[in-house]
């Protein structure tokens, strides 16, 4: 059989082997050398691809909600009754003839619903009531950047409601609502989630 000759390739080669001729009989400038041949190659070989790229389509976060069941929450302290998800817990917070509030609480979403009821006596304070309810949702006017509100009438129960969706990445209360019968009850509503605004 023929006798290879040692030569650079040859140890070139043996490098891979972890023989010990590359290590000894050459220079350190022929093993840089090697190793920027060997880094080359992978960087070559592993750039040569495809370059068609097709752009993700635009995605949303992904929310689980439970299913939905309510329940019906009906108590002497307040003069109507209304329904809540089974999910969340109710506190009543404050309990006197002129003012009623209730905390609708969330723990699974760390959300609550602020309701304050507050009775009317005549359609002559039912301005005074939404006056008031407009001053605490311009509080949030400065991080918002729009509003859409929309207005609900129920002529059967003689309801009048209007809701407010704030938008913006930093508001504090996102979602917002009064509702009365315009001479007897005023009901108004607000959602916080307990965390660093960021819709």
């Not at 920027?36 to 190659?41: E, F, L, V």
């Not at 069941?69 to 019906?72: E, I, L, R, V």
């Not at 905390?103 to 959300?111: E, F, K, M």
């Given at each position: 059989?023929?006798?290879?000759e040692k030569?650079?390739?040859?140890?070139?080669?043996s490098?891979?082997?972890k023989?010990?001729?590359?290590y000894?009989?050459?220079?350190m400038r022929q093993k840089?050398?090697?190793i920027?041949?060997?880094?080359?190659?992978v960087?070559?070989?592993?750039c040569?691809?495809s370059?068609?790229?097709?752009?993700?389509?635009?995605?949303?976060?992904?929310?689980s909600f439970?299913?939905k069941?309510?329940?019906?929450y009906d108590t002497?302290?307040?003069?109507?009754t209304f329904?809540y998800a089974?999910?969340?817990?109710?506190?009543?917070?404050?309990?006197?003839p002129r003012?009623?509030?209730v905390?609708?609480?969330?723990?699974?979403?760390?959300?609550v619903v602020?309701?304050?009821y507050?009775?009317?006596?005549?359609p002559q304070?039912?301005?005074?009531?939404?006056?008031?309810?407009?001053?605490?949702l311009k509080l949030?006017?400065?991080?918002?950047?729009?509003?859409?509100?929309k207005q609900?009438?129920d002529?059967?129960?003689?309801v009048?409601?209007t809701?407010y969706k704030?938008?913006?990445?930093?508001?504090?209360?996102?979602y917002?609502f009064?509702?009365?019968?315009?001479?007897?009850h005023?009901?108004r509503?607000?959602l916080?989630?307990?965390?660093?605004?960021?819709?």
């Open positions: 059989m023929q006798k290879y030569s650079f390739y040859y140890d070139f080669f490098y891979f082997c023989s010990k001729p590359f000894q009989e050459h220079s840089i050398i090697a920027a041949i060997i880094m080359g190659s960087a070559f070989f592993g040569t691809h370059n068609d790229y097709t752009p993700k389509p635009q995605a949303y976060l992904r929310f439970p299913s069941k309510y329940a019906t002497a302290a307040l003069p109507f329904e089974t999910e969340a817990r109710l506190n009543m917070k404050k309990d006197t003012d009623k509030w905390d609708i609480l969330y723990p699974s979403r760390q959300g602020f309701l304050s507050k009775p009317l006596h005549g304070e039912l301005a005074g009531q939404i006056d008031t309810s407009y001053e605490l949030h006017f400065d991080y918002s950047c729009g509003l859409d509100e609900y009438y002529p059967t129960r003689h009048f409601a809701t704030l938008k913006g990445s930093n508001v504090a209360s996102t917002q009064w509702a009365t019968d315009s001479n007897t005023f009901l509503g607000s916080y989630l307990n965390q660093t605004p960021n819709n």
